[in-house]
């Protein structure tokens, strides 16, 4: 099946014409330009503030001028992930999809749909002539995906709408009223390097799921880091290992699949054996959850410098102590996760170390605690330690109107009741609302699975559900007081 045949055909027709414009995080000069263009055809009132947010304004369609104003908004952004095998260049390159049953995935990268499909049905929205809505302020920002910048860079007084309908969350019979905060915890340092002493060996772990740091940091998913810090360390036992390389991982919001290292040891064939033996019980371990990984651990050769027995036992001994996955479940939410961190990024080279976190909470104290457990881990191994990107979460509010009246109409569209919930991913609202407090706000979406990683799909039939849920939010939007 084509996408275009897809119903309902108007999102997938605006999702494949964003999913041809390159979009990384950081990188969305392309697409700012593709939307305010969008915007601009339609005749609609169109800018692009100072940091890059798109908003469109549409006035209100016939006998719904009295209506509470709303503001649509989704992210332009997107993680850009693509399996090894996989030779593809988010900067310049669409992406390509593909037709699998009732998904929509695509071919070897992330598909992009979040928050892609939230944009395309904005401009669906945008679009129409036949979708009864109030007015509307159609909010595009930028970088949510590495660092919120285009959140945090929106000022007061560029929105005037009473309700916000952020359109970012992955499970269709959801309603999101509340979200965790942010904060990068960067652990660096240099050191010099020497001449490796012994043999080489590569340590190599893949296959794994990966996934949403926040969404599905619960799942005892395997980290690629975690993992190769563990086969490390039992070259500590004897002291004589040196550390020539490290690169696993990649965005600190996608739980990391891959890892590799070049170590120098005394004896090769020793190392191998003895770190077999920790492969097996780690391949036990993970068997149910990651089915797919691969422990290589192998003779290699490299004509790259090592660094020092000691500084090499330093790193491996930070790489054990890291906290990584849930550090507290919420006592007051069920099931929802507190506080988290996410190992995301560890690189040596050159003798250069730079390890990621994302630490996640949606209580600001324990987001500043496990951060600064993370601190003094690096610091008492004398490494430097920088906090960045830190940004809020966002306090549910589940007596507001607009969540009574979404609760309503979902339950008597679908026969059932919506979970309303709060989620450990970091959603935009949170900062957003910072400037503009009294602003309702909900996120819902459609079913995607896989987010963060080359996996994502998106469910059609969830999609077709999504579209019909949102036009009839739009259509009985309350009157202004």
Known sequence: ????????????????????????????????????EFGENLGLETTVDEVGNVIIKKPATAGMENRKSVILQSHLDMVCQKNNDINFDFDTEGIKMEVDGDWVKAKGTTLG????????????????????????????????????????????????GDI????????????????????????????????????????????????????????????????????????????????????????RNAIPREAVALVSVRNANEFIEETTQLKKEILEEFATVEPNIHINLENSTSSEKALSEEDSRKIILVLKSLHNGVYRMSPDVKDLVESSNNVARVELKGGELKILNLSRSSVESTKNSVAEQLKSIGELAGMKVEFSGSYPGWKPKPGSEIVQLMEKIYTEKFGEKPHVVACHAGLECGIIGANYPEMEMVSFGPTIRGAHSPDEKANIPSTQKFWSFTKDILANIPVKN
């Open 1 to 36: 099946m084509e996408l275009s045949n897809i119903e309902p055909q108007i999102i997938w027709k605006n999702f494949s014409k964003l999913n041809a414009v390159p979009r990384p995080s950081k990188k969305e000069g392309k697409v700012i330009a593709f939307i305010k």
């Open 113 to 160: 749909a979040d928050n892609g499909l939230g944009v395309a049905t904005i401009m669906s929205i945008l679009e129409s002539s036949d979708i009864p809505h109030p007015a509307l302020e159609a909010l595009f920002t930028i970088d949510e995906e590495t660092g919120m910048t285009g959140a945090l860079g929106l000022k007061p007084g560029q929105l005037t």
């Open 164 to 251: 916000l309908l952020n359109l970012d969350t992955e499970e269709d019979d959801e309603i999101d009223i509340g979200c965790a905060g942010g904060i990068d915890v960067t652990i660096t340092q240099n050191y010099e390097v020497e001449a490796a002493k012994g043999q080489i060996v590569r340590i190599e772990v893949k296959g794994l799921q990966g996934g949403h740091s926040g969404m599905d940091i619960h799942k005892g998913l395997g980290n690629s880091n975690i993992i190769l810090g563990r086969l490390l360390y039992v070259g500590l036992e004897k002291e004589n290992i040196q550390l020539i390389s490290i690169d696993g991982g990649g965005l």
